[in-house]
Nanobody
Framework: QVQVVQSGGGLVQAGGSLRLSCGIS????????VGWFRQAPGSEREFVAR????????SYADSVKGRFTVFRDNANNTVYLQMNGLKSEDAAVYYC???????????????WGQGTQVTVSS
């Protein structure tokens, strides 16, 4: 089993920055990728970014490319989502998830964090 625990989030002004954290524990050797997803009210859950467990290659949704960065701290198996230049359309509940499969589709992710709210004020 794999446990996923999120932290971070909150309220930020448009143009500001936030960093989300995702602690991964348990059978991490079985993991292929950790992804970040978000879901705004009335919308589907959408892919934001992902980082392969090993090697640590990354990919991003076009809507966040150049503004968001996903990276991992090997020492404590924590994955971070650094969000810069936040826009009102970035406001959503953000989820961290882990998967044994190479996918950017939410249904392929087996282990989910509890979600954290990101609110962007204009």
């Amino acid at each position: 089993q794999v446990q996923v625990v999120q932290s971070g989030g909150g309220l930020v002004q448009a143009g500001g920055s936030l960093r989300l954290s995702c602690g991964i524990s348990g059978r991490t050797s079985s993991l292929y990728v950790v992804g970040w997803f978000r879901q705004a009210p009335g919308s589907e859950r959408e892919f934001v970014a992902r980082i392969k467990w090993n090697p640590q290659t990354t990919s991003y949704a076009d809507s966040v490319k150049g503004r968001f960065t996903v990276f991992r701290d090997n020492a404590n198996n924590t994955v971070y989502l650094q969000m810069n230049g936040l826009k009102s359309e970035d406001a959503a509940v953000y989820y961290c998830a882990a998967s044994r499969w190479n996918s950017a589709i939410a249904s392929a992710y087996e282990y989910w964090g509890q979600g954290t709210q990101v609110t962007v004020s204009s």
